[in-house]
């Protein structure tokens, strides 16, 4: 019953309240390399904007870079 109320999130902190109850507040981790991207806004907003145009359709096919790898 708890783990079908809790629902699919990975983590919880647990709070106790004044009454004592235990409340679980589903929360998500993000990997310390990706880290600096939500901390920094104007980088956010950037890689939100470029995800909706895509979305929408409004890339444009550039070729390959595959020479530009490196393995």
Do not use: T
């Not at 699919?8 to 880290?35: F, H, M, T, W």
């Not at 409004?58 to 393995?71: C, P």
Request: aromatic content about 8%; charged content about 20%.
């Amino acid at each position: 019953m708890l783990g079908e109320a809790l629902g699919s999130a990975a983590a919880y902190n647990i709070y106790r309240n004044p009454l004592g109850q235990l409340i679980p507040d589903p929360v998500k981790a993000v990997p310390a390399s990706e880290l600096w991207l939500f901390e920094n806004a104007s980088a956010l907003a950037s890689v939100k904007q470029g995800l909706r145009e895509s979305a929408e359709g409004k890339s444009v096919y550039r070729g390959s870079f595959a020479q530009h790898a490196r393995e």
